[in-house]
């Protein structure tokens, strides 16, 4: 089973606004990762946050984890037509050398 | 400096038949593996090799077998193809458990 689910599926928002999606996992972490794919593309590396870490800024983004609920969250502010994509987080696992990806959040920037 | 390559992006087989997707890379990564993302999932990873001379089995490991040549390249093989195995394929390779960086995939369909 995977590792990770994100919330909400599928987001639509206006050009301009911000827009947050939630992941959550099971099992401990070393990092969690968040990846963009745009359609019909291979996935994008966004932005690591280590375990120990809270909070991490790249750009427009933000990215939240609380491993005691065993979540994260990312932010993207003042979203921009082109960055319409899925968004996919991705857990490894402590014991091993593999990722595990969510569902991916569909998200849609209307211009 | 290509980054992550795949081999082919289209294919198209019948029930039974046999083929092997390839993949390279150039940044001299220790660890590589292959995924299968299907409609509305995430992606889940097939197999993984953490080291030149080593692989592992994923999360849906059936059907499927792996070849790590060399550093550079990490095939997979599909012995005799079903209809469950229509998907599209993503190779990539990291360092570690760190960002992964990805191939533009390969659309597999099976008849």
């Known amino acids: 089973s995977q590792q990770g689910e994100e919330d909400p599926q599928a987001l639509s928002i206006q050009e301009g606004e911000n827009a947050t999606m939630n992941c959550s996992y099971k099992?401990?972490?070393?990092?969690l990762q968040w990846y963009r794919q745009n359609s019909g593309r291979g996935l994008v590396h966004l932005i690591l946050?280590?375990?120990?870490?809270r909070e991490k800024h790249s750009g427009r983004l933000r990215v939240t984890l609380d491993t005691s609920k065993k979540s994260s969250s990312l932010l993207i502010t003042a979203s921009r037509a082109a960055d319409t994509a899925s968004y996919f987080c991705?857990?490894?696992?402590?014991?091993?050398?593999?990722?595990?990806f969510g569902t991916g959040t569909s998200l849609t920037v209307i211009p | 400096n290509a980054g992550v390559t795949q081999t082919p992006k289209f294919q198209v087989l019948k029930t039974g038949q046999s083929m092997t997707l390839q993949c390279a890379q150039d940044?001299?990564?220790?660890?590589m593996y292959w995924y299968r993302q299907d409609p509305g999932m995430g992606l889940r990873l097939i197999y993984y090799?953490?080291?030149?001379?080593?692989?592992d089995k994923g999360e849906v490991p059936n059907g499927y077998n792996v070849s790590r040549l060399n550093k550079r390249e990490f095939s997979l093989r599909l012995e005799s193809a079903a209809p469950s195995q229509t998907s599209v394929y993503f190779c990539?390779?990291?360092?570690?458990?760190?960002?992964?960086?990805f191939g533009p995939g390969t659309r597999l369909t099976v008849t």
């Open positions: 990539a390779s990291s360092e570690y458990t760190y960002e992964q960086y």
């Open positions: 099992t401990s972490i070393n990092n």
């Open positions: 946050i280590r375990s120990n870490e």
């Open positions: 991705a857990t490894d696992a402590r014991s091993g050398n593999q990722f595990y």
């Open positions: 940044m001299n990564h220790n660890s």
């Open positions: 090799s953490a080291s030149e001379g080593t692989t």
